[in-house]
Every structure is written in structure tokens, then in C-alpha cells.
């Protein structure tokens, strides 16, 4: 199961304390509650998305009420919560691990299959129903696409590309979901 926060932050003069704050603290903290198996946040790469994208493998829907996920800051972005504009957390179904995505990669979602990349280019799309919170967008494809490639598709109407701003942490003892 995949859990993803989606957002956009107001305040550019403590944008870039909330991004450690968020990538150094808060993500590392999440990976510790147990259910959590993958952690990995991303920064929008042209406009018309929410700018950030975190997306975690969890073991099931209930890891979200657990007192673990309380206790270690789910759902509260502390000091920094009234300039979190845009925000919007989904559960989705889907198959595995969360890809990891390497700084030579980019994220690319998109509402429905892209041919072209599944048939054409072989790159497999990974197909997310959503389940839970929010549950829009209802359906999504991700795909790991190379940088090069990813560029083909920065004009392209309700596709987002992300590049990733942390490496994807693990919990060892979750990792085998």
C-alpha cells in the first residue's frame, strides 16, 4: 500500500528550513513507526502540481491511527503547518515497494497509462487505485523514467515530474512487505 502527502508551501523565507525540517527530521522519524516500509519525498518540476510529494510503502491503513505514527509526528508538520497550502494524502493499492528513484530519475504520475512509454520505450507503469483519505486522484500511474526522457513530457497536461529530494530511506524490518 502506498501512502502519499501532496502539498505546496506559502512562505519562501522559511521554505528552505521547513525542507530540512521535513527531510532530516520529520521523514527519518516516519520511517521508524512500525508498518512503515519506504520513505521518499520529491520537488515538482514545473508548475501546475503541488510542489511536494512524499510517498511511503506502509503495511496496511491502520498504520495511520497507530499510537507509533502519532508519537512520531504523523499527520502534524509542527511550526510550519499554517504555510502548507495545496495538501492532500491518498492511500493507494498497489503492488510491492515504492521505486526508489535515484537523482538521474524522475517521478512522472499521470492519470492513465502512457502508451508510448509502456509500448514503445518498455518502461512499466506502476498502477495506484486509490483506497483511502482523500482518494483523488482516484487512479494514477507512476512511472521511473530517466531524466533524459522525463523532459519529453514538461508540456504535457495533467502529468506531473518530480525529482527527488531525498534518497528513499528503508526499515530494515518493514522492507519485506
Known sequence: MFYTV??????PESEEEWNAFYSKQKLPALISVTGFATSQRFRATQSGCPVYLAIHTIHDADVLSSEDYRLKG???FSRWQACITDWHRNLY???????AISSDEILLLSPKPIDFLDKERGYRGLEMHAVGLDKSPV???AYVLPVEIASLFTEVPSVCLYEPLTAQLQNAEEGKL
Open 6 to 11: 501532496e502539498c505546496s508551501y506559502n512562505e
Open 74 to 76: 504523523g499527520g502534524n
Open 93 to 99: 493499492a498497489g503492488e510491492g515497494l515504492a521505486p
Open 139 to 141: 487512479y494514477r500511474v
